[in-house]
């Protein structure tokens, strides 16, 4: 692998993860706020907010895994090397 | 007069009630693993049809990544449940150990040439449909 191919490399691989946890880490709090407030209010619906926030935490979670696995392959198994 | 208030406040108000209260955390803790329990249970399911089509079709080292993909895919998805569980109650945030699951998945396929990194990614995202099925079948 050249050195550009390197460089551009590294470089997309820390703007893939950076750029794809913006979204969902401001997701990820304001759902856990809105979980948390509303525990606090009705407890006994907690098993429900909780099993909701919980399939929306895997949702918001994978747009990061999807940055990350991208970024990991642009590190690890290169399809751009040579 | 003090004690029949104090009396009066113990006997009716439920937030005083301790019993009650913990009777109540059971339920809510157990409708909690429930879902867990569904999801794991589709997620298994999908997992085992998932590796015999592609044991039949692309044979067993394409289906030896996808399990061990599908694997991590729910040991991710049980370490998220537990740390949402744990929210609120000896935690404030959630942590983010379960995002090393995926990386040291990658980190592993890439290593050792018996295993392709495709079929271990896509094997990981099988929780997925699951979750999907789940969210639909919700009431």
């Not at chain 1, 809105?34 to 525990?39: F, L």
């Not at chain 1, 642009?74 to 399809?79: G, S």
């Not at chain 2, 015999?52 to 998805?77: E, K, N």
């Not at chain 2, 995002?99 to 592993?108: A, D, E, G, N, S």
Request: hydrophobic share 50%; net charge neutral.
């Amino acid at each position: 692998m050249d050195s550009i191919t390197t460089a551009a490399s590294v470089v997309a691989a820390g703007l893939a993860v950076g750029l794809g946890a913006i979204g969902p880490g401001i997701g990820q709090g304001s759902a856990a706020q809105g979980a948390v407030e509303g525990i606090a209010r009705q407890p006994e619906a907690e098993g429900k907010i909780r099993g909701t926030l919980l399939l929306s935490f895997a949702f918001m979670e994978s747009l990061t895994i999807y940055g990350l696995v991208v970024a990991l392959v642009l590190l690890f198994a290169n399809p751009f090397a040579g | 007069m003090a004690s029949e208030t104090v009396d009066s406040c113990s006997s009716h108000d439920p937030l005083l009630d301790i019993d009650s209260s913990d009777s109540s955390s059971g339920v809510k803790s157990d409708e909690y693993l429930e879902l867990q329990f569904r999801v794991f249970r589709l997620a298994f399911l999908l997992t085992i049809f998932s590796v015999g089509i592609a044991g039949f079709f692309w044979g067993i080292h394409v289906s030896a990544s996808l399990l061990i993909g599908a694997l991590s895919g729910i040991f991710y998805f049980r370490l998220l449940a537990r740390g949402v569980g744990r929210l609120g109650t000896s935690s404030k945030i959630v942590g983010k150990v379960q995002l090393l699951v995926p990386v040291l998945l990658v980190l592993v396929s890439s290593r050792f040439p018996q295993l392709d990194l495709i079929p271990a990614l896509l094997g990981f995202l099988l929780y997925k449909p699951a979750l999907i099925i789940q969210f639909l079948s919700m009431p």
